[in-house]
């Protein structure tokens, strides 16, 4: 019920290309869902969220896209650059709560 | 506006020892949660203190205490150490009913 499921474990894109990690939630009182990124060596940064009344949220190359019927959400990096390459958590949390969820994240590689 | 800082960064103990780490959330910020990361387990939430009293806490056993002081300021104590907590424990600051959390570099523990 409390689990955030994200997908793959780990993804190897070319330059240029589309990253997509995908992530799927159970309790639908979730009502925030962030995207972090976290480079080694550093704590996760968050890099863009969305709430489940929208579908969709873009914040430059970075798109979420928001499935509520599915509980699903995706993370989608366009023209991916090695600078990318770095690992990426999808989270969830509820109300006033300051619990986030983390899922296990995604190991992403963006071959130059 | 200075980041979430912890003390020490790396630590090295054995078994049986007891730690404790420090956490000093970003100046205003009143909440201050821990997570464990793991390689296998990803980030998981161990609590979350907010004017001095814990509001939140995860599914670890009680060798795993918290506490927060009366400047936001936080501690985390891990008695009784073992082989399996070796992880890099993370402090995360927000204001309260924020959902954005915002991360420190973590404290790499290593129990030999």
């Known amino acids: 019920q409390q689990q955030v499921k994200q997908s793959p474990q780990s993804l190897i894109v070319q330059k240029g290309g589309i990253s997509i990690i995908n992530c799927a939630y159970e309790?639908?009182?979730?009502?925030?869902f962030p995207w972090y990124q976290q480079f080694p060596g550093k704590g996760p940064a968050l890099l863009i969220a969305?709430?489940?009344?929208?579908s969709e949220k873009k914040e430059g190359r970075f798109t979420i896209s928001f499935n509520k019927s599915a509980k699903q959400f995706s993370l989608h990096i366009m023209d991916s650059q090695p600078g990318d390459s770095a690992t990426y958590f999808c989270?969830?949390?509820?109300?006033?709560?300051?619990?986030?969820?983390f899922g296990k994240g995604t190991r992403l590689h963006i071959l130059p | 506006k200075a980041g979430v800082t912890q003390t020490p960064r790396y630590l090295i103990k054995t078994r049986g020892q007891q730690v404790t780490l420090s956490c000093s959330p970003i100046?205003?910020?009143?909440?201050v949660s821990w997570y464990q990361q793991t390689p296998g387990q990803g980030l998981q939430f161990l609590f979350e203190?907010?004017?001095?009293?814990?509001?939140n806490k995860g599914n670890f056993p009680g060798r795993f205490s918290g506490r927060q002081f009366s400047n936001s300021r936080s501690e985390m104590n891990v008695s009784t150490l073992e082989l399996g907590d070796s992880a890099l424990y993370l402090c995360?600051?927000?204001?309260?009913?924020?959902?954005?959390?915002?991360f420190g570099p973590g404290t790499r523990l290593t129990v030999l």
């Open positions: 989270a969830a949390s509820m109300g006033g709560d300051d619990k986030i969820i």
């Open positions: 100046s205003g910020h009143r909440s």
């Open positions: 969305i709430r489940p009344d929208v």
């Open positions: 203190y907010f004017s001095e009293t814990q509001r």
């Open positions: 309790n639908t009182a979730f009502d925030y």
């Open positions: 995360a600051s927000s204001l309260k009913g924020a959902h954005t959390q915002y």
